[in-house]
T-cell receptor, first 114, second 113 residues
Framework: DTEVTQTPKHLVMGMTNKKSLKCEQH?????MYWYKQKAKKPPELMFVYSYEKLSINESVPSRFSPECPNSSLLNLHLHALQPEDSALYLC?????????????FGEGSRLTVL | QQQVKQSPQSLIVQKGGISIINCAYENTAFDYFPWYQQFPGKGPALLIAIRPDVSEKKEGRFTISFNKSAKQFSLHIMDSQPGDSATYFCAATKETGANNLFFGTGTRLTVIP
C-alpha cells in the first residue's frame, strides 16, 4: 500500500466555521507533512511531524492547528480562516525526516473559504 | 530567496518531441535532486531523482542530466506523449539531517498531438 489518503476532497467553509482535514498513511512512514498549494505555485511547507512530534512550524498562523494522533494519522484543524486561505492542502509522508526528498503526497483537500 | 530556480514556466511540445526543463541551485550542500510530476486535481508524485555522484540518470523516457560545477540539472522527456501533459517541479534538499525540500516554481508542460 503506497497511498496517502486525504479527506475530504473538497471543503467549503465560512470564516467562522471550525473544520478538520484528515490524512492517513499505512506505509510505516515516520514523517508526515502538511503543505499548502496555491494555483500555479509549488507546494509550501506548513508543518512537519517526525515520530509523532511536531518538528517544524513554518510560521503558520494559529488559525491552522495540526495534530498527529498516531504514526498513521495527521489532522489539520481549521478555525476562523480567511478567504486568502483558500487553496489545495496536501498531506505527504516520507520514511523518515531525512528522506524528505522522497515524499508521497495525497491528492489533497481543496478548501474554499467564503 | 528562491533556493531552486526553474525554467521555462510553460512549455508546449509536439507529440514525439523532446521536452527539456532546466533548474539551477545555489546551495552546494544540496545532495538530492528529485523531480515531481503533478496532474490537475492530483498531488505531486515523485518521478525521478538524482544524487551528485552521477551526471545522468535515466528511467524509461525520463532522464535527469546533472552538472555539479554549474549547479544545474535538467529533466529530459524523450518521445513526449499527450499523457505527459502535467506540471513538473524540480526540487533539492540535503539528505543528512532533517532538512526541508525546496521546490522550483514549476513548469506546465503541454504535449500536443
Amino acid at each position: 500500500d503506497t497511498e496517502v489518503t486525504q479527506t475530504p476532497k473538497h471543503l467549503v467553509m465560512g470564516m467562522t466555521n471550525k473544520k478538520s482535514l484528515k490524512c492517513e498513511q499505512h506505509m510505516g512512514h515516520r514523517a508526515m507533512y502538511w503543505y499548502k498549494q496555491k494555483a500555479k505555485k509549488p507546494p509550501e511547507l506548513m508543518f512537519v511531524y517526525s515520530y509523532e512530534k511536531l518538528s517544524i512550524n513554518e510560521s503558520v498562523p494559529s488559525r491552522f492547528s495540526p495534530e498527529c494522533p498516531n504514526s498513521s494519522l495527521l489532522n489539520l484543524h481549521l478555525h476562523a480562516l480567511q478567504p486568502e486561505d483558500s487553496a489545495l492542502y496536501l498531506c505527504a509522508s516520507s520514511r523518515t525526516r531525512t528522506a524528505a526528498g522522497e515524499l508521497f503526497f495525497g491528492e489533497g483537500s481543496r478548501l474554499t473559504v467564503l | 530567496q528562491q533556493q531552486v530556480k526553474q525554467s521555462p514556466q510553460s512549455l508546449i511540445v509536439q507529440k514525439g518531441g523532446i521536452s527539456i526543463i532546466n533548474c539551477a541551485y545555489e546551495n552546494t550542500a544540496f545532495d538530492y535532486f528529485p523531480w515531481y510530476q503533478q496532474f490537475p486535481g492530483k498531488g505531486p508524485a515523485l518521478l525521478i531523482a538524482i544524487r551528485p555522484d552521477v551526471s545522468e540518470k535515466k528511467e524509461g523516457r525520463f532522464t535527469i542530466s546533472f552538472n555539479k560545477s554549474a549547479k544545474q540539472f535538467s529533466l529530459h522527456i524523450m518521445d513526449s506523449q499527450p499523457g505527459d501533459s502535467a506540471t513538473y517541479f524540480c526540487a533539492a534538499t540535503k539528505e543528512t539531517g532533517a532538512n526541508n525540500l525546496f521546490f522550483g516554481t514549476g513548469t506546465r508542460l503541454t504535449v500536443i498531438p
